[in-house]
């Protein structure tokens, strides 16, 4: 398979089912889709109340903010990488 053939690749997500096309693996895109269903599960069990919608958006948001903190985590270990080989 090359880099920009597009996968097609069933999942479900929260009782939901969808195709995700990309480029990555199917394996990968149901890892994802995975993490997604898992995530998703966690914060309704604390919140009960919440929507579909609004649990798909407090999802992307916690997904993003576990985005955000991995690379400021990467960006200090670069930085201290850096120092080391100095």
């Known amino acids: 398979m090359s880099s920009s053939e597009k996968v097609r690749t069933p999942v479900t997500i929260y009782g939901q089912h969808y195709i ?3 480029t990555e693996t199917s394996s990968h895109m149901r890892l994802v889709a995975e993490l ?5 599960r966690e914060i309704r ?3 009960p109340s919440l929507d579909t919608s ?3 958006v407090l999802t992307a ?3 993003v903010h576990e985005q955000i903190k ?3 985590r ?3 270990l670069e930085q201290e990488l850096s ?3 100095d």
């Open 20 to 22: 995700i096309t990309g």
């Open 36 to 40: 997604v269903d898992e995530k998703m």
């Open 45 to 47: 069990s604390v919140n």
């Open 54 to 56: 609004k649990l798909a």
């Open 61 to 63: 948001v916690n997904a």
């Open 70 to 72: 991995l690379q400021e």
């Open 74 to 76: 990467l960006e200090d």
């Open 83 to 85: 120092r080391l080989k």
